[in-house]
């Protein structure tokens, strides 16, 4: 098998540390690895398969002669640099907020859109964490059911915020001051994700509604979002409100969902079996439980997701699309 050039901007990261742990369990055929990161990191010694690389800080000339650019390092840096990065022959994967709504982008779940890249430019965006383990248990029932309305709320662990946001839960669980967040994140849920809007949404309750129907290819969906954070370390939770235009039954919903591409189904509540974030914690499953009909809809379910934001939320989500473009390219 060909082997390729890879690059990761933001690799001192959190998603650009797991981006690395993931490229090694995927044992993507790597031939040159360049990671960068700010000023800040420059000459910092990450390990990737037993051996050390040194952090570089991006120049214009970074991206000669790379195939996979992987970004993670927030969106005014991919702004700049995933063009220059595309510019001089990479394909891009980046996982900030940047591309994905931009037309000539493709935004892509590897388990519901991958061809979506074959007709876009080189930058390939990855979905928001919420909306990635979200999706693909819609994905599943909107086959069967077709999809008419869903309303999520989210469980958004402090990861999500990044290394600030962990480090601002540990914070307070040692008894000091907040820093990050606008309130105490250990003792209490905080419904506010990135800033809000003139329509009383939050942007990442926007990104969620915008990103559900691109990914669908349903830009008619009525979508609508409230994005929670929590204190949990690491995996959100989404509740899904779905209504369908056709009949949905909970048996037949469960039988979908357990057939489909990293689903795992975890609905037995009697016996305390449902979806919970330290299960999710360090794999690419997407668990989907608590699936009942919603009383108060006809043709409505309730369902309850929880996944790994840092992996199939943003770094195993890229790692996964990088892994499957190479299996075209190898036919
Ligand atoms: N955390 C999640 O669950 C999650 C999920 C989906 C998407 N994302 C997205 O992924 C991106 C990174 O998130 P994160 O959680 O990994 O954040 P993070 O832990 O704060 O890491 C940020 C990374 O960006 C680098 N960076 C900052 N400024 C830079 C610059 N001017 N040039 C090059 N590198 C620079 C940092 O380098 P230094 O260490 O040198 O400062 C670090 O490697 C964000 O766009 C975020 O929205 C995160």
Redesign the pocket.
């Known amino acids: 098998m060909k082997s390729y050039n890879f690059a990761v ?8 540390r797991t981006f690395l742990k993931v490229m090694e369990e995927y044992q993507l055929p790597i031939n040159e690895l360049h990671l ?3 000023s ?2 420059k000459g910092m010694k990450l390990p990737f398969n037993g051996k050390e690389y040194e952090v570089e800080e ?1 120049k214009e000339d970074s991206f000669k002669n790379i195939d996979f650019a992987l970004f ?4 005014s ?1 991919s702004k700049v640099w995933a063009k220059i990065a595309s510019d001089s022959g990479a394909l891009v994967i980046d ?3 940047q591309w994905r709504m931009d037309e000539d982008c493709a935004l892509i779940v590897p388990e519901i859109n991958l061809d979506d890249y074959k007709s876009k430019s080189r930058i390939i965006a990855n979905p ?2 919420s909306t990635i383990q979200s999706v693909i248990p819609l994905k599943a029932l909107d086959r069967e059911f077709s999809l008419k309305k869903v309303t999520f709320t989210t469980y958004q662990a402090v ?2 915020s ?3 946001g962990l480090d601002d839960l540990k914070r307070c669980e040692s008894g000091q001051k907040n820093e990050f967040y606008p309130y105490d994140i250990s003792k209490t849920c905080i419904p506010e994700i990135d800033v809000f809007l003139d329509n009383g949404y939050s942007k990442e309750e926007m990104k969620m509604v915008n990103e559900t129907r691109k990914i669908l290819h349903l830009p008619d969906l009525k979508v609508s979002a409230t994005c929670i954070r929590v204190p949990v370390p690491v995996a959100h939770g989404v509740m899904m409100q779905a209504e369908f235009n056709k009949k949905v039954t909970v048996e037949k919903a469960r039988q979908i969902l357990k057939d489909f591409e990293s689903i795992k189904v975890l609905d037995d509540p009697k016996n305390h079996i449902y979806p919970v974030s330290t299960i999710a914690r360090g794999n690419d499953f997407v668990y989907v439980g608590r699936i009942r009909q919603d009383l108060a809809v006809d043709n409505g379910l309730l369902l309850y997701s929880v996944a790994d ?2 992996r199939k ?2 770094a195993s989500n890229a790692v996964q699309i990088a892994k499957k473009i190479i299996a075209e390219m190898e036919r």
């Open positions: 901007v933001g690799a001192t990261g959190l998603v650009g960068f990161a700010s800040n990191s991006l993670s390092a927030g969106a840096v996982n900030s907020s928001n964490c990861s999500g990044g290394k600030k934001n840092v939320g943003a």
